[in-house]
């Protein structure tokens, strides 16, 4: 990060010009900037297709690290995106207008910009009114316009329009949002296959069936629009489908939705594999297999990088892009358009003829494949359920989208089926684009050139992506980046897969806070780190304190004091460096890792400190001003002297000062002393010689005294971060070599794989599984939508559109295919999703379930509310809240809690019912629209059984198995945060 003072010289610093304002307008420029590159990450996850948890964890985590060490972000911000994002980091921006100039200063000096290219900046920063004018003037003698520049040059003026563009793109009102991205994410390369698929048939029969099977589309994507908006970790987490399905189907349905979502991967890179290089290759006459190759190595380019950074509106342009070629290929069709190929029609059985199956061959299943765009409902509704709550947005602007494509296939399909003869395209074995190209010459290639590139070309490193991230995520993880944790300040939360069911009998949690260092009695050089331990596991929950110096094994610890009977845990700590005030850890564990911090780096210190009082401001930015100087540390009698107060009041407001994380403690040669934490710097690894000053020599790594076998070099190489990549890569590879195979002996396809896709996989995913979440969610969603549409939940309606789907499933696999491979995969798959289905039922996931939540807006000044549903149905029970001043006795399904912070107890009596599980969720909706657990001690009573959990550990969830049994809630809040 450049120096936010280059140009303020050091001397005007310390004679006190700016007195706190330079100091605290850097702490909080910074703030800035590492807070919009966080956003700035997020915002361009929205739309990968199937995101990695595990990576996003991992980029946040160093995302928090950078902020709390005063490091640069991993991602650096622009102009731009500041202005882009600057509503909401506008609250860390202190009221002070001597700050608000200093800022001003900083940004000037730092960008350039315009006065009409900021105005959320300006608004943000109060640059427009006049205290903060007359201030910055005072302070830099020269007027605040000096911070503006009168001309941009030719890039700056495109960057500046593009940026401003992209806001107004994600600032649609949520049905239009939704509208256009699910229509753009829709209609994608697959619609190039579209007229050799109906070719067999005939234009007029196509479009029937396009009608058909769109306007069966138009209710699953439906169903998958209200599952998603019943689903709360995907309303205010980091979930995506992958979680839904788990959290409303369970482990079984996870891992056929799981398979499902590889399989589609895999079938979609190798359709634009060859689509991408047979087009190319007619354009260029340079041979496919090179243009695989080509394509290939930019997937690799960005299987490394680990994202595409698409954003909603570059991820709009695209499609609107697309939608746009595809209208103009149209127009050129229909000016060639034939009434006989118009009017051509072949159907089974036609005129005495025999049933000829291969007319049927590639039909279905590239128009389900065309229509699937059910996973851009998931990405979207993050974005849209925070201003439409309601769902109603979501799943009229999905469908809405659908009827569009709709109308848009039928209109492609009649040009190009109507203006190339039925023969030409039915022996295609790439796109639809060289037979048009034929037909209407070179302009032909000049519009599908850029839709091959854009659809197919980013579409295949979408399909990377995915199928990368799916791989990744199973794969054993045997070391997690360095972790830093401030004292007392967050907590280091280890547990079971994600991928396991929430339920108590699977559920393992380990959390980790540091204490700081302390000196065992009788010892007086030998300083220990001190950690405490919150272990949960089936309904018990064990505390216990723990002290290292460089190595701790959970194994050992776990089975002397029998806490795990019976498990293996795989949990090994290696300190890098303690401090008083921090420790930095390597973790290497096979269990999911998260961290909970409560001052989450510098933007939350910042933003904290000015909402304390004077006094604590004053000794904080004295402090500061003290550090520039070279003084690290200030004693309890500078710092009490400083203030001016009796010495009991100067210790309670250090005492305070320290628990909120704005100064820290360093014992320096037996005096206790103080540090800002408002700037903290990067440390290495302890060197030998502070250990030894510690008064504990280094120890050698456990098993470094002997050499490891064959089989654990492998295993350990293997499970390597760089090991990790290659392993995830490969099935990319398995791709890339399958196609070369397929050019160099002449047998590749653009459609069969698509039509493949469509039959096996799209009727699971886009045809049966939205009927199973939507039967399922309604009745043990987490939260119900303020607007429920009955009539598409109707068994009736329900059953109808899954015997469609495994109809489909069946005839391919009776009739239809004559390959012996596919007709075995069309049954395969059809006898397997009726056993999933059985077994699901079997297993109570459509059975009602009990949701007790607890929801905490955002701001300290906002209410709590309260909601108890069973099968999707508010149920009365009897609630206790306990405050301070005494307890409230209602009997209600829902309520408003307007005094959250005098709350100690919330107590809920519920009755018997038919529901089969029990579901708790305490949260708080933090100003990102995310929901973390509540720092409470759980308590059910389930008649004699009681069982106790920390909400903290469980992100504020869990789940139990209920079957009609009279049940009591207690949820305690914790004042220190636990």
Known sequence: MADPFDGLSRENILDGLFDRHARVASTVFFALESQTARLVYQSKQVFELFPAQELAQERELAFLDAMAEGRDSPLRPTIQELEHFAPDWAALVPENAATRATLAHLFGQKYKFAHADIPRMRQALGLDTEAVRRVYLRQYQQPLETIFISRTTLAEHLRWTWGAAASRLESMPPFWTVFSLTLTETVGAGILALPIALAGVGPLVGVVMLVVFGLVNVLTIAYMAESVARNGAIRYGEAYFGQLVNDTLGRTGSLVFSSGLAIVCFLCLWAYYVGFSTTLEDTTHIAAPVWVLLLFLANLYYLQRGSLDATIATALVIGAANICLILALSLL?????????????????????????????LLFGVILSAYFGHDAVGNCAKVVLRRDPSAR??????????????????????????????????????????????EFGPIVYIFGLVFVVLGMGIGSIHNSLGLYNLVRERLPHKRWPVIQLPRRQGQLILGSSRRKAARVKSDLKVGIIYLGLEQPRGKTLNWEPRFCLDIQTEGRLNRLEITFTKYWDAAGSFERLNI???????????????????????????LHLSIQRDQAGAASSTAGLFAQPDLEQQIVTWMLRESVQGREEVTFAEAAAMAGVEREEARAVLARLVEQGFIREADVDGEIRYRTALAGRRGGRLADSIWQTLGEPKEPAPGAGSKPGLLQRIKDGLFSRRGRFFLAVSPVGVVFLWVEWLLFTGTESFAEPLSFLGVIVVSLLGGIFPVLLLAASR??????????????????????????????????????????????????????????????????????????ELRKE????SPAVFRITSGGQAVDAGVVLAYREGEEHSRSCSGEIPLFSALRCATFHLPRSNARELK?????????????????????????????????????????????????VEMTLLEDGG
């Open 564 to 590: 795990l009977p019976g498990k293996k845990v795989q949990l090994e700590l290696e300190i890098l460096e303690a401090a008083p005030e921090f420790v930095r850890l390597q973790v290497s564990s096979s």
């Open 920 to 968: 708790i969720w305490a949260y708080q909706v933090t100003p990102e629209g995310k929901a973390e657990g509540l720092a409470a001690v759980l308590k059910v009573h389930l008649d004699d059984e009681e069982k106790e959990f920390n909400l903290k550990l469980s992100a504020g969830q869990v789940v139990l198995l209920l079957n009609g049994r009279a049940c009591r």
């Open 858 to 861: 955002a701001g300290e000044a």
């Open 393 to 438: 947005a979501l799943i009229w602007g999905a469908m809405t989208a659908q009827f569009v494509v709709i109308f848009l296939y039928c209109l492609w399909v009649v040009a190009v089926n109507g203006a190339v003869p039925a023969q030409i395209l039915a022996g295609q074995s790439g796109t639809v684009l060289t037979p048009l190209a034929a």
């Open 779 to 852: 009745r043990k969603g987490d939260i119900v939508p303020g607007v429920v549409y009955r009539f598409l939940g109707h068994p009736a309606l329900l059953v109808s559109i899954y015997l469609v789907y495994m109809a489909s499933l069946f005839l391919h696999g009776w009739v239809i295919w004559e390959n012996p491979v596919q007709r075995a995969a069309a049954v395969g798959t059809g006898v397997m999703m009726l056993s999933v289905t059985i077994v699901l039922a079997r297993q109570g996931v459509f059975k009602p379930r009990l949701v007790v």
């Open 333 to 361: 069709a229909f000016s060639q358009l034939r009434l006989v190929n118009l009017f051509y029609l072949k159907l089974p059985f036609q005129s005495g003829s025999t049933f000829d199956p291969s007319i049927l061959h």
